[in-house]
């Protein structure tokens, strides 16, 4: 088991399970650099090209929530154990920015709307009656959250994944 079930928090970590992750990565083939082009190649091809896919709760809960027909009663929302929450940030760069983070916090509309978009919202009344009112099979709360990897450890670990795949273009040994 790489690193003992843990996650990598240093670069010596990461080089130690390497060898190990790597197949993962290098035996994918192609994938798109976000999770919305996957995402609407299931909705849209369904699940021959791609049975399962990796999103954000909030991508699958804007289309239930909006009640387009896009998720049909054989799909489901799946969330991994331990999960890894995913934290939107706003870097205001003057007084006016600072001001929309402010509101996006705690403005009853925006609040409103950004649960509309399937967004778990600071005042979850708005999220919570939404899944209530479309009868939404979620998680009703995220415990099992892990920190991801440090931004240094995962550039480590790319840029060895990255080395093995030139090896391997070139005919060196497989990981």
Same mark, same amino acid.
């Given at each position: 088991?790489?690193?003992?079930?843990? /996650?990598? #928090?240093?670069?010596?970590?990461?080089?130690?399970?390497?060898?190990?992750? +790597?197949?993962?990565?290098? &035996?994918?083939?192609?994938?798109?650099?976000?999770?919305? #082009?996957?995402?609407?190649?299931?909705?849209?091809?369904?699940?021959? &090209?791609?049975?399962? /896919?990796?999103?954000? #709760? +909030?991508?699958?809960?804007?289309?239930?929530?909006?009640?387009?027909?896009?998720?049909?009663?054989?799909?489901?929302?799946?969330?991994?154990?331990?999960?890894?929450?995913?934290?939107?940030?706003?870097?205001?760069?003057? +007084?006016?920015?600072?001001?929309?983070?402010?509101?996006?916090?705690?403005?009853?509309?925006?609040?409103?709307?950004?649960?509309?978009?399937?967004?778990?919202?600071?005042?979850? &009344?708005?999220?919570?009656?939404?899944?209530?009112?479309?009868?939404?099979?979620?998680?009703?709360?995220?415990?099992?959250?892990? #920190?991801?990897?440090?931004?240094?450890?995962?550039?480590?670990?790319?840029?060895?994944?990255?080395?093995?795949? +030139?090896?391997?273009?070139?005919?060196?040994?497989?990981?």
């Amino acid at each position: 088991m790489p690193n003992q079930n843990n /996650v990598v #928090e240093h670069a010596s970590q990461g080089n130690a399970v390497i060898q190990d992750v +790597a197949p993962l990565f290098l &035996k994918q083939g192609f994938t798109a650099t976000s999770s919305e #082009e996957p995402f609407d190649d299931y909705l849209a091809i369904g699940i021959g &090209k791609a049975p399962m /896919v990796f999103i954000y #709760e +909030a991508q699958y809960l804007a289309h239930v929530f909006a009640n387009d027909g896009a998720i049909t009663d054989q799909m489901r929302l799946m969330y991994p154990d331990p999960d890894v929450y995913s934290k939107h940030v706003i870097v205001p760069l003057d +007084a006016n920015g600072d001001k929309v983070g402010r509101l996006l916090l705690s403005d009853p509309v925006l609040q409103q709307l950004a649960a509309q978009y399937g967004f778990r919202t600071n005042d979850p &009344k708005f999220f919570n009656t939404l899944v209530q009112q479309h009868h939404a099979n979620i998680d009703p709360s995220i415990v099992d959250v892990i #920190e991801p990897p440090s931004y240094e450890a995962l550039e480590n670990m790319i840029e060895k994944i990255e080395q093995l795949y +030139a090896q391997n273009q070139g005919g060196g040994a497989s990981p």
